[in-house]
């Protein structure tokens, strides 16, 4: 394949096959992981990518996953760069993402800023069920399965679900 | 930039990184410990934010040493220089982590308080070295931040909760103020490393985080019923290499696999 035939986009709607390993109901760009993308003048792709958390383990394995699709497409020379600022934000989760996320029974993060205050003994933020859509939760735990995620619980439904915090 | 500058500069960066590690390790020998589940998924959450920064740290290491021409001798001689021969085959003299972070986890409130302790401190040193002059680990600093702000918080509130709860936790984190109080002036003492390159604006000048970070430990004591602690007889060493004996014992586990298998992989 001759990459003067693919522009950004095309590429874009590749890397949408990409799924986030941890949360298999979102792929690379509704997470927002994928910063840029450049087609070099040798031919070669060069992927921006940038981590959520400094420790989350599924980057190595998303770096892999990206490598093999586009090697599966045709491209020859991958280079996959990571960089960590400016630092990712759950505002770069496209409506889209959140939509998905809440189908699948994560709350999505909500728009304001609000947990990575100093302040101590917050109140919880609010949070509505991604099952039963009340609003009337209240946070088990502020870390969850993932470092991305923290606990709550229905106060309704009484079902315990993960919402996916601000970060 | 000359041969000794980036000496001083790969070791300053591991020793952002073995701070990193070994609490990160230390952390993490809570996994399926903690006093009730939803603890247990936060001390080895922060582990895990702690581990990654270390991983960050390593990698920006390896990289400088790798182009570097310096004879430096870190995890043998087997050619190329990784973020993990760095962290798996070291040795303990040549591990740059303050002796604060290899202390043994305790009970709860030593782990809670190492971390309270230790969480301040990084806070307004990773706030600082978000100016750095050095694009990596201004990066690095920017990102770490936000999770080191869950990590100051998260502590802070169980401090409280155990110093201003029951009497039976307040002696519990009193012990633990008179095991850990000796390991605290060595974090804002420089080690050569650390004034070479806070003299290039690269690194921190931490004794200058020091006002900060008593403000920040006064105000939470305060808050928790806890008295300030008087002057205790200091221990430091860490960050040149000389360590308490559990760093040993900490290396003898995390190492491991990588001693008895070289090279082998999951």
Same mark, same amino acid.
């Given at each position: 394949m001759r990459t003067s035939e693919i522009d950004k986009k095309t590429i874009y709607s590749y890397l /949408?096959?990409?799924?986030?390993? /941890? *949360?298999?109901?979102?792929?690379v760009i509704d997470m927002g992981i994928v910063r840029d993308v450049f087609l070099h003048d040798d031919g070669s792709l060069e992927i921006i990518i940038t981590p959520t958390y400094s420790g989350c383990p599924a980057m190595d394995v998303i770096s892999m996953n990206i490598r093999i699709l586009l090697s599966t497409i045709g491209f020859k020379k991958i280079k996959i760069t990571q960089v960590l600022s400016p630092a990712w934000t759950t505002d770069w989760m496209s409506e889209e993402g959140k939509r998905k996320l809440h189908n699948y029974g994560i709350a999505p993060p909500n728009p304001k800023q609000q947990v990575c205050s100093e302040k101590l003994f917050a109140p919880n933020e609010a949070v509505q069920c991604p099952h039963c859509d009340s609003w009337h939760t209240h946070r *088990?735990? /502020?870390?969850?399965?993932?470092?991305?995620k923290s606990l709550y619980v229905c106060d309704d439904c009484k079902e315990p679900f993960d919402y996916f915090k601000c970060h | 930039m000359d041969n000794q500058s980036t000496n001083q500069l790969i070791n300053y960066i591991l020793h952002l990184a073995d701070d990193a590690l070994i609490l990160g390790h230390r952390n993490s020998e809570w996994c399926g410990h903690g006093p009730v589940l939803e603890q247990d998924i936060a001390i080895t959450n922060i582990s895990l934010d702690l581990i990654g920064q270390a991983r960050n740290f390593f990698q920006y290491a390896a990289r400088l040493i790798n182009e570097s021409s310096l004879p430096l001798s870190f995890g043998g001689d087997r050619g190329e220089v990784s973020e993990d021969t760095l962290a798996y085959l070291r040795d303990v003299r040549q591990f740059r982590n303050c002796l604060l972070v290899e202390q043994p986890n305790g009970d709860w409130a030593k782990t809670i308080l190492r971390q309270f302790l230790f969480s301040s401190y990084q806070f307004y040193l990773y706030d600082q070295l978000? !100016?750095? !002059?050095d694009e990596t680990l201004a990066a690095i600093a920017e990102k770490s931040l936000k999770e080191v702000t869950y990590h100051l918080r998260w502590s802070s509130e169980w401090v409280i909760r155990l110093g201003d709860g029951t009497s039976e936790s307040h002696e519990r984190i009193l012990d633990a103020i008179n095991q850990l109080w000796m390991y605290t002036d060595e974090l804002f003492a420089p080690a050569n490393y650390e004034s070479r390159t806070a003299s290039v604006k690269t690194g921190i000048d931490v004794a200058l985080l020091r006002p900060n970070w008593e403000e920040k430990v006064k105000e939470i004591f305060v808050e928790a019923t806890l008295p300030w602690p008087g002057a205790v007889f200091q221990q430091m060493g860490g960050k040149e290499g000389k360590h308490t004996e559990h760093l040993g014992y900490i290396l003898a586990e995390l190492q491991f696999m990588q001693r008895a298998y070289p090279a082998s992989e999951w």
């Open positions: /949408e096959q990409v799924q986030d390993p /941890e *949360v298999p109901a979102l792929n *088990v735990s /502020e870390f969850g399965s993932t470092p991305c | 978000r !100016n750095s !002059n």
